[in-house]
């Protein structure tokens, strides 16, 4: 079970270059998450061409059997597209573009987006973004051109767009970063983003608006400090923003997963291990580890090692982990 919670990143064009993720996934593994460049080194990483793609993605579905396997991607369009031209798939609009534009160009992005995915194998998209643009020089998010818009009625209308043209063509989607990022300014991946006293429960309305209309597959929980609404921990890993904010007052009941666990800013603050459990802790069900700034091919057998021995000593409850188990097997269509 706590082999299913885990999406972990690789080296490697092909899965004879990651021989790890193939024992990773005999054991269980729940995903993958594709990029097109390390983070560390710069160098190409999983994604070469198209072909190429599909041929990695065939193989990872073929090494987990009959299980249902997450293969997910950024493709948000603009900046954060893994899946570009560079490597012979088509452009991608930003967020930002779209959310400037007609609701008839949203429909026709969204569904070029999503049939390219489809075909790529992928099968987990981590967007769209559904942060206001409050702040439009935020290195998380403005600067970027990563939201829609600044007004939720535009972020609501354009998310639900590329939400059903992702279940039209088969593939799941997610909304981050909750409970909102776009008042940053730093980016999560690199430092501590605290938005106390910028962030506003406006903030909310995108997710808790695409929730009612239940569109949404997963939710994104971001590495960012609100001591508004928690005065000790960031909001991955708060049981106030996770488990009583999301789940309780929006009435999330589905998966939620954590931006990666191996950002800086979350590794240099609580450690590799004490970060899986805070997250656990909080609420979280799938742990992503995008494995680009440290990389670790140990990064599944030393986390279940640390989540099965938090389950021994008592810290953790056997029945958290197997809550997040059912959430995540009822997204793949497991029941």
Do not use: C
């Not at 590329?162 to 999560?188: M, Q, W, Y």
């Amino acid at each position: 079970m706590v082999a299913g919670l885990l999406v972990v990143g690789f080296r490697g064009q092909s899965l004879d270059d990651a021989p790890w993720v193939r024992a990773a996934l005999d054991a269980g593994l729940g995903g993958v998450v594709l990029f097109d460049r390390d983070g560390r080194t710069g160098k190409a990483r999983n994604v070469h061409t198209p072909a190429q793609v599909r041929a990695l993605t065939a193989a990872l579905r073929d090494a987990a059997g009959a299980r249902s396997l997450l293969i997910a991607v950024d493709q948000e369009g603009g900046k954060v597209t893994r899946l570009s031209p560079a490597h012979g798939y088509p452009a991608v609009a930003s967020e930002a573009e779209i959310g400037r534009g007609t609701q008839k160009t949203a429909r026709r992005w969204a569904r070029d987006l999503a049939t390219t995915l489809a075909g790529a194998g992928v099968t987990l998209n981590l967007a769209p973004v559904v942060d206001l643009d409050v702040n439009r020089s935020s290195p998380a998010i403005g600067a970027l051109g990563r939201s829609f818009s600044a007004d939720p009625d535009v972020v609501v209308a354009m998310a639900g767009i590329e939400l059903d043209a992702h279940r039209a063509a088969g593939v799941l989607a997610t909304l981050k970063h909750f409970p909102g990022i776009g008042s940053s300014t730093a980016n999560t991946d690199f430092g501590v983003a605290d938005v106390t006293d910028t962030w506003t429960r406006r903030e909310l309305d995108p997710f808790r608006r695409l929730i009612d209309a239940g569109t949404a597959d997963a939710i994104m929980a971001g590495h960012v400090v609100n001591r508004r609404l928690d005065p000790d921990n960031p909001a991955s890993f708060s049981p106030a923003v996770v488990t009583d904010l999301l789940r309780g007052e929006l009435g999330w009941e589905g998966v939620v997963i954590t931006d990666d666990l191996g950002a800086a800013a979350i590794v240099e603050r609580h450690g590799a291990d004490e970060a899986v459990l805070l997250a656990l802790e909080a609420g979280n069900d799938l742990l992503l580890f995008a494995n680009q700034q440290a990389y670790d091919p140990g990064v599944v057998a030393r986390t279940v090692a640390t989540v099965t021995g938090a389950v021994g000593s008592g810290r953790l409850d056997e029945a958290r982990i197997e809550a997040s188990w059912r959430r995540v097997r009822a997204l793949l269509g497991g029941g």
